[in-house]
């Protein structure tokens, strides 16, 4: 193994060998992400589409790889994939925005305990005096991205409520929770949605662990 090279692909090989090292953990993080991932009242093909933009958001680069492949599978365009990309990537650049209103709070003093309230997002109109160039850029970025394309409107909001729930913005998730229930979408699809989410996160780190062996064994030859 070169040191050199933290990612290669076939390291992603290693990940069975957690069925050996923790086998009853990874196998019920296996049956979970099976279920989270299988279709429902979503279709597998936009769970995937879901996967992809949430993995660009924990920067996973092994879930990359596995959910783009998995999405193609499941008949999804280079276009539709894309949409789901800036999504997450409107989505990632909002919510360190979004927690923009509590570094307001906290360069005037705000008193009071509470670091997030629901009234404190109406300070976002702030920046469109405060940096008015790049916040403008930002706001037709985000409609943009958000607008009905090859995908709908339910479904970008159904892919932005998970994105939200990795970035862990709650500005984000509630803005979008309203939105997609506006356009008619269900608590269950908002549920089988953050449950993509979920696993895809937690799968982030299990995936990440095939770093950790690699790293692992590299000390055990140097000692």
């Known amino acids: 193994m070169s040191t050199e090279s933290l990612y290669q692909k ?22 979970f992400d099976s279920l989270a991932l299988k ?15 949430v993995a660009h958001t924990t920067g996973c680069p092994y879930c990359v790889e596995l959910h783009v492949t998995q999405a193609k599978n499941n008949n999804a365009s280079k276009e539709e994939t894309s949409e789901a990309i800036m999504i997450a990537t409107a989505l990632k650049a909002g919510s360190a ?26 300070r976002l109109k702030e920046f469109s005096s405060l940096n008015p160039d790049a ?14 394309g090859l995908l709908s409107g339910r479904e970008k909001e159904l892919i932005a409520i998970a994105v939200a729930h990795t970035t862990g913005c709650p500005y984000c998730i509630s ?13 269950e699809e908002i549920a089988e949605s953050i449950m993509v989410a979920t696993a895809l996160k937690a799968g982030s780190a299990l995936a990440h662990g095939v770093n ?3 790293a ?6 140097h000692t």
Not at 18 to 27: I, Q, R, S, T, V
Not at 107 to 119: I, M, V
Not at 175 to 187: D, E, I, P, S, Y
């Open 10 to 31: 076939k390291y992603f090989n290693r990940l069975g060998e957690f069925a050996d090292l923790a086998p009853e953990a990874f196998k019920a993080f296996v049956q």
């Open 97 to 122: 925005l979004a927690h923009g209103v509590n570094a307001l709070n906290a360069y005037d003093d705000a008193e009071g305990e509470e670091l997030y309230k629901e009234q404190y997002f109406s």
């Open 175 to 187: 803005l979008h929770v309203q939105g997609a229930k506006k356009l008619g979408v269900t608590k």
């Open 39 to 53: 279709e429902g009242i979503l279709s597998a093909k936009l769970k995937e589409l879901i996967a992809v933009a």
């Open 135 to 148: 916040f403008r850029a930002f706001i037709d970025f985000d409609t943009k991205a958000m607008k009905d």
């Open 216 to 221: 692992y064994d590299q000390v055990a030859l």
């Open 212 to 214: 950790a062996l690699n």
